[in-house]
C-alpha cells in the first residue's frame, strides 16, 4: 500500500449542510494515487491522533482531491475553521477502496447521512448506469444530490421525516427498485444497521454487494489495532483492521451479528 505525508493547499471551501463542509484541496501526490473508497488521515491541531476523512473527489492530473466531513467534535470542528490558502497536513491515501468492474453494469449505491460522499467516485465511474439511493434526517440535511446527478446518475432521495423525495428508509426503496431494476452490483457506506440490510436484501437477490466500514480510528495505517470488525471466511471468525484490510470488504466478510 502506498501513501504518504502532504501538507495540502485549501483551495475551495463551503458548507453544503448545517455542520458539513466540502473542502478542495492541491494535494497531488495523494491525489496521484488514490482510488475509489479510500482515505485520507487528516491532523488537527491539538490533537494527537488524526481524524479518518474519506476521499469524495479525486483529479490525478489537476493534483486535486476533495474531502467532505461533518462536525463531530472538537478536531474536525477546527477543521471546519480553516480557511482557503491555509495548508492542512494529510496522510494518504489509506486503505482498500471500492472493487470496480465494467462501467456498463448496472450499480446501484446506498448511502447514509455522511457515509454517501465516498460513494461519489465510484459512482461517476458508472455514470449513467449507476443509481444512487441516499438517506438523511431531513430535506436540509441532504447532500451531493446535484454532484451524483452531475455523474449521470440517477438519484433516489430518501428523508426520514418526507420532507424531500422518499419518505422512508434507504432499505425499502432498494428493495423496491430491485424488484423491478436490473443489478449487476451494489455498494453501501453510512450507518451499520443500513449496510446490514442493504447486504441481506443483496445476498437475497444473489448481487454482489461491497460495503465501507465506519470504525473509530487511531493511526489509519494497522498498527494501532483500534478499528477492528468481526468478520469471517471459511475458517471462522476473525478481528479484522478496518483501515488496513478495508474500509471496503465484500459484505459476506462482515459478520453482521457481532
Not at 455514470?127 to 452531475?150: C, K, P, W, Y
Not at 449496510?195 to 465506519?214: D, H, N, Q, W
Amino acid at each position: 500500500m502506498r501513501y504518504t505525508q502532504e501538507m495540502a493547499k485549501l483551495l475551495n471551501k463551503s458548507e453544503l449542510a448545517p455542520g458539513i463542509f466540502s473542502f478542495v484541496l492541491s494535494a497531488p501526490v495523494i491525489a496521484g494515487a488514490a482510488s475509489a473508497g479510500q482515505f485520507v488521515n487528516v491532523l488537527c491541531d491539538g490533537y494527537q491522533l488524526r481524524r479518518p476523512i474519506s476521499i469524495a473527489g479525486f483529479d490525478a492530473s489537476l493534483g486535486i482531491l476533495r474531502l467532505v466531513f461533518e462536525i463531530r467534535g472538537k478536531g474536525t470542528d477546527w477543521l471546519a475553521g480553516r480557511e482557503a490558502g491555509e495548508r492542512i497536513d494529510l496522510v494518504g491515501p489509506l486503505g482498500h477502496g471500492f472493487p470496480l468492474t465494467d462501467p456498463n453494469k448496472k450499480a446501484v449505491f446506498v448511502g447514509g447521512g455522511i457515509g454517501t460522499p465516498p460513494l461519489l467516485p465510484p459512482a461517476r465511474f458508472y455514470g449513467a448506469n449507476a443509481t444512487v439511493i441516499t438517506g438523511f434526517r431531513s430535506a436540509s440535511a441532504a447532500i451531493l444530490q446535484a454532484d451524483f446527478e452531475t455523474a449521470g446518475a440517477k438519484t433516489i432521495l430518501c428523508t426520514d421525516d418526507g420532507s424531500a423525495g422518499f419518505h422512508g428508509f434507504t432499505t425499502q426503496a432498494l428493495e423496491w427498485h430491485l424488484q423491478d431494476h436490473p443489478c449487476d452490483v451494489v455498494y453501501t457506506c453510512g450507518p451499520k444497521v443500513m449496510m446490514r440490510g442493504v447486504a441481506r436484501l443483496a445476498e437475497t437477490v444473489g448481487i454482489p454487494c461491497y460495503v465501507s466500514m465506519e470504525e473509530r480510528m487511531g493511526c489509519g495505517v494497522g498498527a494501532c489495532l483500534g478499528c477492528v470488525c468481526q468478520t469471517k471466511d471459511k475458517d471462522g471468525p476473525h478481528r479484522t483492521r478496518v483501515c488496513l484490510n478495508g474500509p471496503v470488504f465484500d459484505s459476506k466478510e462482515v459478520d453482521w451479528d457481532a
